[in-house]
C-alpha cells in the first residue's frame, strides 16, 4: 500500500493540532468554484485524462439525525467533516484499525461535498425497499457462506481474497482508502484505472452494443457516448456476486443486485479540476424503483501507487486456520483468542 508524502503530512498536521483544510465553498448542486475552463482532446471530445479521487465522508444514505435535511450549510458541512476526523484521529492507539488516520488522510484536505448523503433521489436520501425477491436474496446471503464462512478461501469476500474491491462499479463508491482512480482518453474508449486492487473498467466509445445477457462481469459491460460536456455511460450484463462495496462507514456492505443490474453514469466537467459524477441505479429484481446519486470528482497531481493485495497477507490464510483450530474445539467451548 502506498504512503503518498500528502497522507503522512496530513497525518503530521492532525498530531500536531495545526488548522486542518476547511470545506470548498460548493453549490446545492455539488459543484465548486470554477478554477479553469475544462480541456479538450485532439478529437474534440472533453478530456477526462487524469488522475481523480471520489474519496469523501458523506455517507451512501442519510443518517437517521439529518432526516429531511438534504444539504449542508457551510458552516454545517465544516462541522460534519470535522467531527469525522475527529473520530478517526480518536481511535486507540492499540486498535488494530489505529493507522486508518494515515491511509484515509486523503479526505482531510479534499472533502466538498455539502449533500448529506450520496444518494439524490429519492429525497429522502435512503436506498428503496428492496422487493420481495430482493428480501429474499438477502436473506439467502445472510444463512449461506457467502461471506461469513471459513469452509475454504473461496467463501470469503471478494475483497479479502484480493479480487476485487467494488469501487469499479458502477456505480463508483469510495473505498476505505485509496479511493483514487486515473482516466486515460481515445475517441474510441475511456478506462477507469483504479487504485484499489487496480481494477481497470473500459467504455466504449465506438457504438458497438451490449454483449447477450449470458456474458456477464463483475462490473458489467460499459458503452458511452457524448451528450455535449458530458460523457453518459451504460452498463449492463452484471453477475449476482456485483455488490456495491464502498467504505464499510459509508455503504452498506449487504446488498448484491442482480444479474438484472442497470446502471446509468454522467461525468460531466466542472471546471479544469473538477467533475460532477451522477448515477442512475435499476434493478427491478432488488429495488421496488430506481435511485440515483451524486458527488464530485477532484482531481490531484497522482501518479496512482502499486496496491500489492497479497504482499505480506496473513489474514486470509489466518482466518482459515482459526477455523480449523476451531473446528476441534469442544461444543460450547470458548472460541479462540476470547476472553
Known amino acids: 500500500m502506498a504512503r503518498r508524502s500528502l ?20 453549490s446545492p ?30 455517507p451512501l444514505e442519510r443518517p437517521a439525525e439529518l ?27 492499540n486498535d488494530i484499525h489505529y493507522d486508518d488516520a494515515i491511509w484515509q488522510a486523503e479526505t482531510y484536505a479534499k472533502e466538498e461535498n455539502r449533500r448529506t448523503s450520496l444518494i439524490s433521489d429519492p429525497r429522502d436520501g435512503k436506498l428503496p425497499s428492496l422487493t420481495p425477491e430482493g428480501q429474499r436474496r438477502l436473506a439467502r446471503q445472510n444463512a449461506t457462506q457467502r461471506a461469513a464462512s471459513s469452509d475454504r478461501a473461496d467463501t470469503r469476500s471478494l475483497g479479502e481474497r484480493c479480487i476485487t474491491w467494488g469501487n469499479v462499479g458502477p456505480p463508483m463508491m469510495p473505498p476505505t482508502y485509496n479511493a483514487n482512480l486515473q482516466i486515460l482518453q481515445t ?31 463483475l462490473a ?8 455535449g460536456q458530458t460523457l453518459v455511460v451504460d452498463t449492463t450484463n452484471f453477475t449476482e456476486r456485483t455488490n456495491f462495496r464502498g467504505s464499510p462507514q459509508n455503504t452498506r456492505q449487504d446488498i448484491f443486485a442482480s444479474d438484472a443490474l442497470h446502471v446509468v453514469e454522467r461525468f460531466t466537467p466542472v ?12 434493478d427491478p429484481s432488488t429495488w421496488t424503483r430506481p435511485w440515483s ?31 480449523r483450530v476451531q473446528e476441534t474445539q469442544p461444543a460450547g467451548a470458548p472460541r479462540p483468542g476470547s476472553r
Not at 474534440?44 to 481523480?52: A, I, K
Not at 458489467?220 to 451528450?227: P, Y
Not at 464530485?296 to 482459526?322: K, Q
Open 67 to 93: 432526516a429531511g435535511k438534504e444539504f449542508f450549510t457551510r458552516e454545517e458541512a465544516v462541522a460534519f467533516v470535522k467531527s469525522r476526523e475527529d473520530r478517526l484521529l480518536g481511535q486507540a492507539r
Open 7 to 26: 497522507l503522512v503530512a496530513a497525518a503530521l498536521v492532525s498530531a500536531l493540532n495545526l488548522p486542518m483544510p476547511v470545506v470548498a465553498e460548493q
Open 187 to 217: 475517441r474510441d474508449q475511456v478506462i477507469l484505472r483504479h487504485e484499489m486492487m487496480h481494477d481497470v473498467r473500459i467504455v466504449y466509445l465506438d457504438g458497438r452494443p451490449h454483449p447477450p445477457r449470458t456474458i456477464q462481469w
Open 29 to 58: 448542486a455539488g459543484t465548486s468554484g470554477a478554477t479553469s475552463k475544462p480541456r479538450l482532446t485532439p478529437d474534440g471530445q472533453p478530456d477526462l485524462q487524469g488522475y481523480w479521487t471520489n474519496d469523501t465522508y458523506t
Open 271 to 282: 471546471d479544469g479540476n473538477t467533475m460532477h459524477y451522477a448515477f442512475t441505479v435499476e
Open 220 to 227: 458489467g459491460h460499459s458503452v458511452g457516448h457524448w451528450e
Open 293 to 323: 446519486g451524486e458527488m464530485p470528482i477532484r482531481r490531484f497531481e497522482g501518479p496512482l501507487y502499486e496496491y500489492a493485495c497479497h504482499e505480506g497477507n496473513y489474514g486470509l490464510a489466518n482466518i482459515l486456520r482459526a477455523a
